[in-house]
């Protein structure tokens, strides 16, 4: 088996307003590639994806290969999404507001009791903390995997929401919520994109908010932005041979120092302070290294502008406590600064968020609004713990019951998977 690649571990840090669509961008799907989501050109421009996701197969040794490696199949791969549009209302049984792990399987239960879904999602593609924060980091606690890449639990959800061909919208924050009134009574969920759903429920999964990194105070740094300077790693090989500087003192700066510090030409962390935040033996490591000379510690710096054109980075200047400036000659600014969350415009859908979540009840996962369900991260009831598995829970519970809003009067029929198979919508 190949050794998966430990990037940082990152925090949720501080939480302020989301900058949208700021998070370190994936590459483009290949062209040539049947399997790629969009299908069409309209749905590119939409930022839709729907249909037929793309296939993945995890059998194929090349594949597993590539994926160990930190290649992403077509279902990982970022498009940027929709400018502004105002559209007809889509129809739908169930609007799943965030694609992260535990949105993702929320669609699959709901397919499998024959429900629709439409997935909304504010980043530019699926898989919430898990693609954005730590994509090559084993995850140990999900059943039935002594150790799986967060990337690929991804794929793997998104392989077993496919056969009930879930549309999902990127790069759209959704904004309002709104009951209307008639029968059945449907909920209206608009995006910041001028989409509009209706739906008879709506399950919301949206982790800690729409959320971005912080971004240091940089002159031009948009210019630099997705060529030079990244906030997160999706993979290390992008980064051989470079120089990098890596800015911040927590662990993922720490982390990804150490990690890069073996396919870097060279790699030099500036902190502002002579101490770093992290785990006390990565932060042993990293003085071992530095006293070997295999990287440099530039402490106690911080950044104070980025010179090169054309989003080509030449060098980052740094300063001292007395604005004494440093030269560093780099390639890359890879800025750890945590990140920011904001549950944003969820805060006036009624909702009654107490200390940034979504009070339930633990049984039906419904929240104070009827036919609208809270999971994953963002809900919250006595014993909660914010765990994958518990999430996935959760969207078991929360399909259940948004059956009864989405077929009024039908009987639901228990089955297990074993005997009812998957079902075809
Ligand atoms: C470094 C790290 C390591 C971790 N390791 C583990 C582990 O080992 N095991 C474990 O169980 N858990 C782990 N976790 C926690 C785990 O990642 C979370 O519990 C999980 O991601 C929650 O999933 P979710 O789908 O509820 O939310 P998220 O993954 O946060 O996804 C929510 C999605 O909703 C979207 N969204 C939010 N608001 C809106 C809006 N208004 N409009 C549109 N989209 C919106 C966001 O863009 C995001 O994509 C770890 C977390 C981190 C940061």
């Given at each position: 088996?190949?050794?998966p690649?430990?990037?940082g571990?990152?925090r949720?840090?501080?939480?302020?307003?989301?900058?949208e669509?700021?998070?370190?961008?994936?590459?483009?799907p290949d062209p040539?590639?049947?399997?790629?989501?969009?299908?069409?050109?309209?749905?590119?421009?939409?930022?839709?994806?729907?249909?037929?996701p793309?296939?993945?197969?995890?059998?194929?040794?090349?594949?597993?290969l590539?994926?160990?490696a930190g290649?992403?199949t077509?279902?990982?791969y970022?498009q940027?999404?929709?400018?502004?549009?105002?559209?007809?209302?889509?129809?739908?049984?169930?609007?799943?507001?965030?694609?992260?792990?535990?949105?993702l399987?929320?669609v699959?239960?709901?397919?499998?009791?024959?429900?629709?879904?439409?997935?909304?999602?504010?980043?530019?593609?699926?898989?919430?903390?898990?693609?954005?924060?730590?994509?090559?980091?084993?995850?140990?606690d999900i059943?039935g995997?002594?150790a799986?890449?967060?990337?690929?639990?991804?794929?793997?959800?998104l392989?077993?929401a496919?056969?009930f061909?879930?549309?999902?919208?990127?790069?759209?924050?959704?904004?309002?919520l709104?009951?209307?009134?008639?029968?059945p009574?449907?909920?209206?969920v608009?995006?910041?994109?001028?989409?509009?759903l209706?739906?008879a429920?709506?399950?919301?999964?949206a982790?800690?908010?729409?959320?971005?990194p912080?971004?240091?105070?940089l002159?031009?740094?948009?210019?630099?932005?997705?060529?030079s300077?990244?906030?997160?790693v999706?993979?290390?090989?992008a980064?051989?041979?470079q120089?990098?500087?890596?800015a911040?003192g927590?662990?993922?700066?720490?982390?990804?120092?150490?990690?890069?510090?073996?396919?870097?030409?060279?790699?030099?962390?500036?902190?502002?302070?002579?101490?770093?935040?992290?785990?006390?033996?990565?932060?042993a490591?990293?003085?071992a290294?530095?006293a070997e000379?295999?990287?440099?510690?530039v402490?106690?710096?911080?950044?104070?502008a980025?010179?090169?054109?054309?989003g080509?980075?030449?060098?980052?200047?740094?300063?001292?406590?007395?604005d004494?400036e440093k030269?560093l000659?780099?390639?890359?600014l890879l800025?750890?600064?945590?990140?920011?969350?904001?549950?944003?415009?969820?805060a006036?859908?009624?909702?009654?968020i107490?200390?940034?979540?979504v009070?339930?009840?633990q049984e039906?996962?419904?929240t104070?609004?009827?036919?609208?369900?809270?999971?994953?991260?963002v809900?919250?009831?006595?014993?909660k713990?914010?765990?994958?598995?518990?999430?996935f829970?959760?969207?078991?519970?929360?399909?259940?019951?948004a059956?009864?809003?989405?077929?009024?009067?039908?009987?639901?029929?228990?089955?297990?998977?074993?005997?009812s198979?998957?079902?075809?919508?």
């Amino acid at each position: 088996m190949i050794a998966p690649e430990y990037p940082g571990r990152c925090r949720l840090a501080s939480r302020g307003r989301m900058k949208e669509g700021s998070l370190g961008r994936l590459a483009s799907p290949d062209p040539s590639d049947p399997g790629a989501w969009p299908r069409s050109e309209h749905q590119r421009q939409c930022g839709v994806w729907g249909g037929e996701p793309p296939q993945t197969s995890f059998s194929a040794p090349a594949a597993r290969l590539r994926r160990a490696a930190g290649f992403r199949t077509p279902a990982l791969y970022s498009q940027k999404g929709s400018p502004s549009m105002t559209s007809s209302p889509l129809r739908t049984d169930v609007v799943v507001i965030g694609a992260g792990p535990v949105g993702l399987s929320a669609v699959f239960q709901c397919g499998m009791l024959r429900l629709r879904c439409h997935v909304v999602d504010a980043l530019d593609g699926p898989g919430g903390q898990l693609t954005a924060l730590y994509p090559e980091k084993p995850i140990y606690d999900i059943p039935g995997f002594a150790a799986i890449p967060a990337g690929e639990l991804i794929e793997r959800l998104l392989d077993q929401a496919q056969p009930f061909a879930p549309t999902y919208h990127f790069s759209q924050l959704v904004t309002g919520l709104e009951r209307l009134e008639g029968t059945p009574a449907l909920w209206r969920v608009t995006t910041n994109k001028g989409l509009v759903l209706e739906a008879a429920a709506v399950i919301v999964a949206a982790g800690a908010g729409a959320f971005g990194p912080n971004r240091p105070p940089l002159a031009h740094l948009e210019a630099f932005e997705g060529t030079s300077v990244f906030y997160s790693v999706s993979r290390r090989e992008a980064f051989r041979g470079q120089r990098v500087v890596i800015a911040g003192g927590g662990d993922s700066a720490v982390d990804w120092a150490l990690s890069l510090s073996e396919v870097a030409e060279r790699v030099m962390v500036v902190h502002r302070r002579p101490k770093f935040r992290c785990a006390p033996e990565s932060a042993a490591r990293l003085e071992a290294l530095a006293a070997e000379g295999r990287l440099d510690l530039v402490i106690p710096y911080q950044l104070k502008a980025l010179e090169g054109a054309e989003g080509r980075l030449e060098a980052v200047v740094v300063a001292d406590l007395d604005d004494q400036e440093k030269r560093l000659e780099a390639q890359v600014l890879l800025a750890f600064f945590g990140l920011a969350t904001d549950l944003g415009a969820m805060a006036e859908w009624g909702l009654g968020i107490e200390r940034f979540a979504v009070p339930v009840t633990q049984e039906t996962c419904q929240t104070r609004l009827p036919g609208v369900y809270a999971i994953g991260d963002v809900a919250t009831y006595p014993g909660k713990r914010k765990l994958i598995l518990m999430g996935f829970a959760e969207a078991a519970t929360a399909a259940h019951n948004a059956f009864a809003d989405c077929r009024p009067g039908e009987a639901l029929h228990f089955e297990h998977s074993t005997t009812s198979g998957v079902p075809r919508l």
